[in-house]
């Protein structure tokens, strides 16, 4: 089992930054990958981000590549994504996700654990 708490979420302008982390219980942290998924109002969940359980390899959706920056502390059982130049279409509830993997995916139904969220609001 393992219990995701998601932080870091807030109001920001159009074109500011947050850094969003995800802390993870268990001591079998580094055995899973992480994601990053995004709800917007009246939309259905979406794939911001992965990576691999040993923070190798990367995997993002084509409109965050060069803005957001996943990472992970496997030490801090912690993940990470950090957002710059954001955008009002970035606005939503950010989920971290867990999966019994050694490799990301950008699929929801292939992960196993998920965080209660935190709330991102991008102001024009």
């Known amino acids: 089992q393992v219990h995701l708490q998601e932080s870091g979420g807030g109001l920001v302008q159009a074109g500011g930054s947050l850094r969003l982390s995800c802390a993870a219980s268990g001591r079998t942290f580094s055995g899973y990958a992480m994601g990053w998924f995004r709800q917007a109002p009246g939309k259905e969940r979406e794939f911001v981000a992965a990576?691999?359980?040993?923070?190798?390899?990367?995997l993002y959706e084509d409109s965050v590549k060069g803005r957001f920056t996943i990472s992970r502390d496997n030490a801090k059982n912690t993940v990470y994504l950090q957002m710059n130049s954001l955008k009002p279409d970035n606005t939503g509830v950010y989920y971290c996700?867990?999966?019994?993997?050694?490799?990301?995916?950008?699929?929801?139904?292939?992960?196993?654990?998920w965080g209660q969220g935190t709330q991102v609001t991008v102001s024009s």
């Open positions: 996700a867990a999966r019994r993997s050694n490799f990301g995916s950008s699929w929801a139904e292939l992960y196993d654990y």
């Open positions: 990576i691999s359980s040993s923070g190798g390899s990367t």
